[in-house]
Nanobody
Framework: QVQPVESGGGFVQAGDSLRLSCVAS????????VAWFRQAPGKERDFVAA???????TYADSVKGRFRISRETAKNTVYLQMDNLKPNDTAVYYC??????????????????WGQGTQVTVSS
């Protein structure tokens, strides 16, 4: 199963934390670029963070310093730790799986496989 599966969303208060998980049962998963995108109602899907397997992560400016993407190789899992959540972080969060190297990590069209999404709602 190549399609990633997300979990960990929920309803929280501003300032709280959540950790999202993304799992894909494929041998190539941990040598692929894995990214998180999010889409708020009525808006386009926006880049959040990307984890290349061989270089440092990349973050959107809006989440830098609050979110952290990490990998757990033994579990074929990529996490998105989200701290100090804000109401404008409310969105459906999607995990995306690309190839081993991607030019243009922030571009959704560069990714081949997408999860179904997990809802994150942050109340003020």
């Amino acid at each position: 199963q190549v399609q990633p599966v997300e979990s960990g969303g929920g309803f929280v208060q501003a300032g709280d934390s959540l950790r999202l998980s993304c799992v894909a049962s494929t041998r190539t998963f941990m040598r692929s670029v894995v990214a998180w995108f999010r889409q708020a109602p009525g808006k386009e899907r926006d880049f959040v963070a990307a984890s290349p397997w061989n270089t440092d992560p990349t973050y959107a400016d809006s989440v830098k310093g609050r979110f952290r993407i990490s990998r757990e190789t033994a579990k074929n899992t990529v996490y998105l730790q989200m701290d100090n959540l804000k109401p404008n972080d409310t969105a459906v969060y999607y995990c995306a799986l690309g190839g081993p190297v991607i030019r243009g990590l922030r571009t959704a069209e560069k990714y081949n496989y997408w999860g179904q999404g997990t809802q994150v709602t942050v109340s003020s």
